[in-house]
């Protein structure tokens, strides 16, 4: 379960880091997480559900993960990039060229602004936070009482 929760702070990590740097509706982000990948959000949450399927360590989580993956996560990116695309054409197109969509780039593709611990209220990325410690504290009470 330690694995499992190392990962889980890794995702938690980046998905911190991006509401931290997003302004949404009003610019393209390009900073911070963004500038390494496209949706550092849904990256972050794939990245803890992985930690969370390790933890359980049942093919089960693993399988409902990648599920939700393809049939939730993928056409909610697709129609994310439809509006980016439009709202911001000219930048988004340069952008996506040169970032990937979930995985990283190695190398910054900008610099720019800074974290802001207010953004990071504002957009309610401490839920991600409550969440995850409760699916935590379940899988606890799982690998305890389950066994």
Excluded: C
């Excluded at 499992?4 to 610019?27: M, N, Q, T």
């Excluded at 500038?35 to 992985?50: E, N, Q, V, W």
């Amino acid at each position: 379960m330690l694995i499992g929760s190392v990962i889980i702070v890794v995702g938690l990590a980046i998905r911190a880091a991006a509401a931290g740097h997003v302004v949404k509706d009003r610019e393209l982000t390009i900073t911070g997480p963004y500038a390494y990948t496209r949706h550092p959000l849904y990256s972050g949450s794939i990245i803890m559900a992985t930690g969370f399927a390790v933890a359980a360590r049942s093919v089960w989580v693993v399988l409902a993960m990648v599920v939700i993956l393809f049939a939730i996560y993928l056409p909610v990116i697709r129609l994310e990039e439809y509006y980016l695309r439009g709202a911001y054409r000219e930048r988004f197109d340069e952008y996506a060229q040169q970032v990937p969509m979930l995985l990283f780039r190695l190398t910054s593709f900008r610099r720019g602004a800074s974290f802001s611990a207010e953004r990071y209220w504002s957009n309610r990325e401490y839920n991600a936070l409550i969440g995850a410690a409760l699916l935590m504290a379940a899988l606890a009470v799982k690998a305890r009482f389950w066994h």
